[in-house]
Nanobody, 126 residues
């Protein structure tokens, strides 16, 4: 089973840094799009950073402060966040659009779909 598991969230003070990681596991064939989203209480989920075909884009609100990177050998995607602000407080989600091998018994099939992690809380407060 494909799984995305985020880690690294926590409570930090304004101006501090935090690194989030997303570990992807299970039958990965190809990742087409990898992204980080966040959702603050009462707000819609918003795109923070996304990478596809070697190109990475960031939301205007995090440009110059957040950096998305990946370790293909470890199937891990990171989000390095610096100069954090109270308005960065949210649950951060890892997302992937990927092709994967679906197996059941002796049957195997190539599929493609969206996957989400469970989210990790980031709180920026003094």
């Amino acid at each position: 089973q494909v799984q995305l598991v985020e880690s690294g969230g926590g409570l930090v003070q304004p101006g501090e840094s935090l690194k989030l990681s997303c570990q992807i596991s299970g039958g990965i064939v190809k990742i087409y799009v990898m992204s980080w989203y966040r959702q603050a209480p009462g707000n819609q989920r918003e795109l923070v950073a996304t990478t596809s075909e070697g190109s990475t884009d960031y939301a205007d609100s995090v440009k110059g402060r957040f950096t998305m990177s990946g370790d293909g050998a470890k199937n891990t995607v990171n989000l390095q966040m610096s100069s954090l602000r109270p308005e960065d407080t949210a649950v951060y989600y890892c997302y992937a659009d990927m092709a994967y091998t679906y197996r059941t018994g002796t049957y195997a099939e190539l599929k493609r779909r969206d996957f989400w992690g469970q989210g990790t809380q980031v709180t920026v407060a003094s």
